[in-house]
Structures are given as structure tokens and as C-alpha cells.
């Protein structure tokens, strides 16, 4: 039976904990409000421990746990001895997230693939307003190596999922690269099951069709021709390919 004693040990400890918790928020809001006034960018390196703990008088433990939690999110990376510096933003933090959703059952294969349509459509719109001549080549000399690569599942599933991360690049718009790179590791292990089904068969030739349309819309700057590409990329092959997957899912 728990006694006064330790009804009183324990709220103390809630108490702690609560202004602990506290402590860090401050920290971590003071960090962010840092970041932002001086304009800090990756590669630039925060102040050191003991100069947060004495400009915010709070302990040390209390900045590094603060610290953590940044480095969590994916703002900053630590290293003992150093100062925390400003990383490259990346697709691992939301891949985490949808990852998570797909492992407990709040979101499946198909919410994605319907989610990525809609972004893809706009996103090779944007690239074929945007790309550059080095975009072109580039995109031209993936997707012939993609026709050569018809009997290799694995490597034509590479370079799928190169040629869409290269889309995302032409648009010049980061925030397209950093979404397919999230998706991309979400769906790599499903899009080669699906591609290795169909190696070698017609439905796959036809997957490269629609590739080879939506890059020469692209190099061709007709955005709307890159779009319906795209669109019927994800209508009729991306999803054809998927289909007993999704349907698997569906089922169980």
C-alpha cells in the first residue's frame, strides 16, 4: 500500500519532472527563435553548452537533453567535444512518419500511391516549366539505360525511383526532393515485387512507354503533356503493377 510518504515522493518527482520538461521547452523554443534570427543554415554551429546554460540559466543536462530532442527532429546532429551544428534537411524523418502510419494500420499502400499521384502530377509539371539543359540529359540518359534493364527487375527498379528523385531535382523546388525521397523508401521493397512480376511482359514494356513519354514531355517544356503523362503512369502501369499488393493488404 502506498503511503503518505510516498504520495509525497512521488508528486515531488512529477513536480521535477514537469519543471524539467519545462526547462527543455525553453531551451529548444530560445534554440529555434536563434536559429531564425541568425539566419542559420547547414553547417553553421549553435553555441556551445555551457554559453546556452549560462545565457538561459538553466543546468547543462537540461541543454543537452534539449539538444537531443533537436537532434531527433532532425535539425541538428552532435558529436562529443563538438558544438551541435544545422544539418541538411532529408526525407528519413517524414519517411519515419508515414512509415509509422502504414506499421499500425493508420494508412495503407494505396493512401500513398494516391498521395504521391497528386504530387508527381504537379511536381513534372514544375520540371518541365523548369529543367535545365543538364535536367534533360540527365533524365534522357536514365530512362535509356531503363530500356535496356527490362529483364532486370532489381536494377530497372533503381533506376525508376532515380528517375523520379531527378524529376524532383528539376523542379528546383527542394521541398519535391525532399517528399520523393521520403516516399521512395517507403515503396522500393513493393515496386521491385511488382516490377519482378512483370519482367519481360508487355504490361512492363508498357511502364517504359510511359516513362520515355513523360521525359520528352519534360525535355520538350510542355507541361501539360508531362502531366498527363504522369498521370496515366500512375492510372495504368504504377498502379496495374501494385494492384495484388494493395489487394493483399485490402484482404488481410
Do not use: C
Not at 499500425?104 to 498521395?115: F, K, S, V, Y
Not at 515485387?193 to 514531355?217: F, M, Y
Amino acid at each position: 500500500m502506498e503511503t503518505k510518504a510516498d504520495e509525497a515522493v512521488d508528486g515531488g518527482a512529477r513536480a521535477g519532472g514537469a519543471r524539467a520538461n519545462g526547462l527543455v521547452d525553453h531551451v529548444i523554443d530560445y534554440i529555434y527563435r536563434h536559429v531564425a534570427d541568425e539566419r542559420l543554415r547547414p553547417g553553421a554551429r549553435l553555441p556551445s553548452e555551457t554559453k546556452l546554460s549560462l545565457t538561459l540559466g538553466v543546468s547543462r543536462p537540461v541543454v543537452r537533453e534539449a539538444m537531443r530532442t533537436l537532434a531527433a527532429t532532425g535539425l541538428v546532429e552532435m558529436a562529443v567535444g563538438k558544438r551541435a551544428t544545422i544539418v541538411p534537411v532529408d526525407g528519413e524523418m517524414l519517411s519515419r512518419v508515414i512509415g509509422n502510419a502504414l506499421l499500425t494500420g493508420q494508412a495503407d499502400t494505396r493512401n500513398i500511391l494516391e498521395m504521391r499521384r497528386g504530387i508527381e502530377i504537379t511536381m513534372v509539371a514544375l520540371a518541365a516549366e523548369r529543367r535545365s539543359d543538364e535536367d534533360a540529359a540527365d533524365l534522357q540518359g536514365i530512362v535509356r539505360e531503363m530500356a535496356t534493364k527490362l529483364g532486370n527487375a532489381k536494377r530497372y527498379a533503381e533506376l525508376d525511383l532515380q528517375l523520379h528523385a531527378r524529376l524532383a531535382r528539376a523542379t528546383g523546388n527542394p521541398l519535391y526532393t525532399l517528399l520523393i525521397d521520403a516516399f521512395r523508401q517507403l515503396i522500393a521493397a513493393s515496386m521491385q515485387e511488382g516490377i519482378e512480376r512483370w519482367a519481360a511482359t508487355p504490361e512492363l514494356k508498357r511502364v517504359q512507354d510511359l516513362h520515355e513519354n513523360i521525359v520528352a514531355a519534360v525535355v520538350a517544356r510542355d507541361p501539360g503533356a508531362a502531366a498527363g503523362a504522369m498521370a496515366q503512369h500512375f492510372d495504368d502501369a504504377l498502379i496495374k503493377i501494385l494492384a495484388p499488393i494493395v489487394a493483399g493488404e485490402a484482404a488481410g
